[in-house]
């Protein structure tokens, strides 16, 4: 569904329009929704984390006060401007319902968007985009800045898997004379050559864009960490104008069934400071781009024996950009009193992350029709009201 080999070099459609660039940031590992983003107001909290439970608001290395009831671990600061510039809103009892505690089915299940694993093969972005394909869509519509193609995009078209854009290409044995010659090899109809041309045309179009041309603007600090360097590959190419619609980036080390206040502070440094840096360095142009940051399951809402936090249900969803209506906390919150949790130990779902999806499908993707197909097996709540619509 991608035009051919030079021909969108040339194509006029070399942006996806209307429709928001979706950088979907994976943390692997389940973060811990609850030292994140702080019901400091909840009289339970801190008795379910005697020794790991933020301070509330006014006290040594206290949460930072949000709406009187949640708090911001202070390690996070960098976030709150774009909180209250309101382009920044928390969900902090999401989830999935899909009843696993294992990482590798939860994560799995999280991004084909399903709660059985008999619902779909495929991921929930790459139905997205092949319900949306038309024929001028770039060869780098959809790209992982990984080393591989994630589960929310198998089934897509061609997505392509880029580790870094400095070496994407030929290397060594690159030039036109050898890309020419793969393109004879691989010319239709032998095998795999839709495949081969599309990669061949990511490659051609990222030599002429050279996305590192663009530095980033005054102001914007990425940290010096893997996910700082995805997150300015991710502005870079989004920058480059080369019809990029969906981002997918991950960041690992967020299990913390031990030492949580010794391991989590860095973690939450490095994901606010990228976040704040890629908000800046887009600037304007963040109007048109929305990033979700989504983790497979939360924590238990008791502490550990070592001052960690197992595997438990409802996490924290992040949702950023310039078409969030942010500022907010946002859904129900279902309480940590002991006849309020979830079998007894977890923080309760009150708003299923799907229907967040849906509706930026919706509003900001213009995926009107067939969002079942999307989510298989779920039933569409009420929108949570995150997002304005396109052109609103």
């Avoid at 995926?367 to 989510?375: I, K, Y």
């Amino acid at each position: 569904m991608t035009l051919s080999r030079r021909a969108f070099l040339t194509s006029p459609a070399r942006t996806s329009g209307r429709r928001d660039v979706l950088v979907y940031l994976f943390q692997r590992g389940a973060a811990d929704g609850l030292n994140t983003v702080v019901p400091f107001a909840d009289p339970h909290y801190a008795s379910l984390r005697p020794r790991i439970a933020v301070s509330p608001p006014g006290r040594e290395d206290g949460a930072i006060d949000l709406d009187g009831f949640f708090g911001l671990h202070p390690a996070a600061s960098a976030a709150l401007p774009l909180f209250q510039a309101g382009r920044l809103a928390w969900l902090p009892a999401s989830g999935i319902p899909h009843q696993s505690r294992s990482h590798f089915e939860a994560q799995d299940r999280s991004e084909r968007g399903i709660t059985e694993s008999d619902q779909a093969s495929s991921g929930w972005l790459a139905r997205h985009l092949q319900a949306t394909a038309t024929a001028q869509d770039s060869p780098l519509r959809a790209v992982s800045i990984s080393g591989s193609v994630p589960t929310s995009l198998t089934g897509a078209d061609d997505p392509l898997a880029i580790q870094e854009l400095s070496s994407f290409g030929l290397g060594a044995a690159g030039g036109s004379t050898y890309q020419d010659t793969l393109a004879l090899l691989y010319a239709p109809p032998r095998p795999f050559a839709e495949v081969a041309g599309s990669a061949l045309t990511a490659i051609d179009l990222l030599a002429e864009a050279d996305p590192a041309q663009f530095a980033p603007n005054p102001g914007a600090r990425y940290p010096d960490s893997e996910l700082g360097g995805k997150l300015l590959q991710a502005a870079q190419l989004i920058k480059a104008d080369l019809g990029v619609e969906v981002l997918c980036l991950d960041v690992g080390g967020w299990d913390h069934h031990e030492n949580l206040p010794n391991f989590l502070p860095a973690a939450l440094t490095d994901l606010c400071e990228g976040l704040a840096a890629f908000d800046t360095d887009l600037g304007a142009a963040m109007e048109g781009v929305t990033v979700i940051v989504q983790t497979e399951f939360g924590r238990r809402a008791a502490e550990n024996g070592a001052r960690g936090t197992d595997h438990g249900t409802a996490g924290l969803l992040w949702v950023l950009g310039g078409s969030v209506m942010g500022g907010r906390i946002v859904g129900a919150w279902p309480g940590l009193a002991p006849d309020q949790l979830a079998a007894g130990e977890d923080l309760a779902i009150t708003v299923d992350t799907r229907d967040v999806l849906a509706e930026f499908l919706v509003r900001r993707r213009g995926h009107r029709d067939a969002l079942a197909d999307v989510f298989p097996g779920h039933a569409p709540g009420p929108e949570p009201g995150v997002f304005r619509m396109t052109g609103g």
